[in-house]
Nanobody, 116 residues
Framework: QVQLVESGGGLVQAGGSLRLSCAAS????????MGWYRQAPGKQRELVAR???????NYADSVKGRFTISRDNAKSTVYLQMNSLKPEDTAVYYC??????????WGQGTLVTVSS
């Protein structure tokens, strides 16, 4: 059973920064495109950032220029550096890949709260 463990969330003031980490078991990180998703209260889960095995990245318009996704295949870990945080970034953040999403597998997520 592949596991995804997100960490690094917390309470931060607007304008602050956080770095999220996602540790995955097995080789899932090195061979799959990985994404960070978030779900705010009362809203649907959305894709925030994605990185391919080759390192190509793309971002939701709402976070472009503020968030950076990266991966460390040796550590089987994906990161999300979040700068210039806004209250609207408040959400539970998850990492995942299409293969696991198709199986309905998600981690517990990590809560990010941005105060104004």
């Amino acid at each position: 059973q592949v596991q995804l463990v997100e960490s690094g969330g917390g309470l931060v003031q607007a304008g602050g920064s956080l770095r999220l980490s996602c540790a995955a078991s097995g080789s899932i990180v090195s061979i799959n495109a990985m994404g960070w998703y978030r779900q705010a209260p009362g809203k649907q889960r959305e894709l925030v950032a994605r990185v391919t095995p080759g390192g190509r990245t793309n971002y939701a318009d709402s976070v472009k220029g503020r968030f950076t996704i990266s991966r460390d295949n040796a550590k089987s870990t994906v990161y999300l550096q979040m700068n210039s945080l806004k209250p609207e970034d408040t959400a539970v953040y998850y990492c995942n890949t299409d293969v696991l999403i198709g199986r309905g597998v998600w981690g517990q997520g990590t809560l990010v709260t941005v105060s104004s």
